[in-house]
């Protein structure tokens, strides 16, 4: 079945950083992949997603690219903030045509901790 | 629209008793999913709502959890005869299928299931 792997955390740096948490897939066809981020005591947010091959899914300076032949969703930013701590969840939505229901597979999550 | 909501926060209770959570979805979603997350795991699918019809069940949902949706509207999800390994965050999220293919699916913040 459909699965995702992300890093082990905790991931720590100190800010201005560079970031990378890699994630990688396996799926049939071409699912959709989603970084969503969980800051302390709030819930799950979407942060970024790509719907096909090649596409890179932004928001907040942080980025993926969909790369298909590597089956990898790594998030990158290049700088980070103390306010960017937080679990980051890589996740994909498996494309199963007109049954596509929209349901997540989630990767087991990356703890990044920023230091000032 | 102030978001997915459930209810309650947090729930303590004794082995063996059975517990019920709901959750609000943003109005205008028709689709709902339930979801569990363990300590330091990502969230695992639990079943899936298009409007009031329930079309998909994980393997991970006994035959203790039954989950509802009438009218399509809000939704339940009841565990009975609780047991120590239930406790985890069930996270309730809502999208739309009417839009572009996998649109983003909104959390709330979750209930915390404590058997004690």
């Known amino acids: 079945g459909d699965s995702v792997t992300q890093m082990e955390g905790p991931v720590t740096l100190s800010e201005e950083a560079f970031l990378t948490i890699n994630c990688t897939y396996t799926a049939t066809g071409y699912p959709s992949l989603f970084w969503y981020v969980q800051y302390p005591g709030e819930g799950l947010q979407l942060l970024l997603k790509?719907?096909?091959?090649?596409d890179k899914g932004s928001n907040k300076g942080f980025e993926a690219t969909y790369r298909k032949e590597t089956t990898s969703f790594h998030l990158e930013k290049g700088s980070v903030q103390v306010s960017d701590s937080a679990v980051y969840f890589c996740a994909l939505s498996g494309d199963h045509g007109s049954s596509n229901t929209g349901k997540l597979i989630f990767g087991q999550g990356t703890t990044l901790q920023v230091k000032p | 629209d102030t978001g997915v909501s459930q209810d309650p926060r947090h729930k303590i209770t004794k082995r063996g008793q059975n517990v019920t959570f709901r959750c609000d979805p943003i109005?205008?979603?028709?689709?709902l999913y339930w979801y569990r997350q363990t300590l330091g795991q990502g969230p695992e699918f639990l079943t899936y709502f298009q409007n009031e019809a329930q079309l998909e069940k994980s393997r991970l949902l006994s035959d203790r959890f039954s989950a509802e949706r009438p009218k399509g509207s809000f939704s339940t999800l009841e565990i009975q005869r609780t047991e120590q390994g239930d406790s985890a965050m069930y996270l309730c999220?809502?999208?739309?299928?009417?839009?572009?293919?996998?649109?983003?699916?909104?959390f709330g913040q979750g209930t915390r299931l404590t058997v004690v």
């Open positions: 790509a719907t096909k091959a090649d």
């Open positions: 109005s205008e979603h028709n689709r």
């Open positions: 999220a809502s999208s739309t299928d009417r839009g572009p293919v996998n649109t983003e699916a909104f």
